[in-house]
């Protein structure tokens, strides 16, 4: 088993920024990739960006990209996603996943672990 858990959300301006953290314990070895997603209310599960974590390899939703990078450290067993330029509709519980399966996912259902999400809200 592999345990996660966020933290860095919080309230932002718009243009300004946050870094989340994603710190995995437990069967560390055992996962091949980690990712964020997001959701609000009413809406399903979104993927942001993955990172695989014994390439180093980066995969991004189209409308993050160019604003947000993930990032890895895998001495600490720990990721980050570096959110900058955030936007009113960046809002949302932001959630850390980890894979067993796959180097890199954008999937959900891709995903074996969760962490309980951080909201993070944009102000305009």
């Known amino acids: 088993q592999v345990q996660l858990v966020e933290s860095g959300g919080g309230l932002v301006q718009a243009g300004g920024s946050l870094r989340l953290s994603c710190a995995a314990s437990g069967r560390t070895v055992s996962f091949y990739c980690m990712g964020w997603f997001r959701q609000v209310p009413g809406k399903e599960r979104e993927f942001v960006a993955s990172i695989s974590k014994r390439l180093g390899s980066t995969y991004y939703a189209d409308s993050v990209k160019g604003r947000f990078t993930i990032s890895r450290d895998n001495a600490k067993n720990t990721g980050y996603l570096q959110m900058n330029n955030l936007k009113p509709e960046d809002t949302a519980v932001y959630y850390c996943?980890?894979?067993?399966?796959?180097?890199?996912?954008?999937?959900?259902?891709?995903?074996?672990?969760w962490g309980q999400g951080t909201q993070v809200t944009v102000s305009s």
């Open positions: 996943a980890a894979s067993r399966r796959y180097e890199l996912g954008y999937r959900a259902y891709e995903y074996d672990y």
